[in-house]
C-alpha cells in the first residue's frame, strides 16, 4: 500500500504524468530561447553583412577615383585595397579586408570584369531573414533568394 494514498483509493500516478507535462513545457520554452537567440545572432551578421560590403564597395570607388592616368582603375586583389602601391607613398582605401559575417572567414566571392574586381558577394546560400529597409546606397536586396544574392558592387 502507498503511503500517500487515501483509504479505499488506488493510485494513478497523476504525479509522473504532471511530471512529465513539466519537462514538455520547460523543453518548449528552452527550444523558443534558444530559436530566438539564434534569430537575433543571424539578423546581426545581416547587419555585419550589409556594413562589410558596403565597406568594400566604397574602397573599391575610393581605388577607382584615386587612379593615376594611365593606371589601373579596379584592383586584381583585395589587398590592393588595404595598400595600393600605385602611388609613391601607398594609399589605403580599406582598413581591413573584413570577414565575410555569413561564414566567418575572408572568403568574400569576387565579382570581376575581366581580371579586375568590381565586386563581392558572400558565399552563404542561407535565405535572408531582411527582406526590406536596406540601408541607402545599398541597393535593394527584397527579392534576395540567398545572402550570395547581395551583391556589392562599384558602379
Known amino acids: 500500500m502507498a503511503i500517500f494514498a487515501r483509504p479505499g483509493v488506488r493510485p494513478r500516478g497523476y504525479a509522473l504524468v504532471i511530471a512529465l507535462i513539466a519537462v514538455v513545457i520547460a523543453s518548449l520554452a528552452a527550444s523558443l530561447v534558444i530559436q530566438n537567440a539564434q534569430t537575433k545572432a543571424r539578423r546581426e551578421r545581416e547587419t555585419q553583412l550589409l556594413w ?14 584615386a587612379s593615376p592616368q594611365g593606371a589601373p ?54 535565405r535572408p531573414l531582411k527582406k526590406g529597409n536596406f540601408p541607402p546606397g545599398a541597393g535593394d536586396f527584397s527579392s534576395a533568394g540567398s545572402y550570395a544574392d547581395w551583391r556589392f558592387v562599384v558602379q
Not at 562589410?52 to 577615383?65: E, F, P, T, V, W
Not at 589605403?92 to 574586381?117: A, C, F, N, S, V
Open 52 to 65: 562589410a560590403g558596403l565597406q568594400i564597395r566604397d574602397a573599391l570607388a575610393s581605388y577607382k577615383s
Open 73 to 126: 582603375n579596379l584592383p586584381l586583389r583585395l589587398e590592393d585595397l588595404v595598400e595600393d602601391k600605385r602611388f609613391p607613398v601607398p594609399r589605403r582605401h580599406l582598413r581591413q579586408i573584413y570577414p565575410d559575417p555569413m561564414t566567418g572567414k575572408q572568403d568574400w566571392e569576387l565579382i570581376r570584369l575581366g581580371e579586375r574586381i568590381v565586386g563581392v558577394h558572400s558565399r552563404s546560400t542561407e
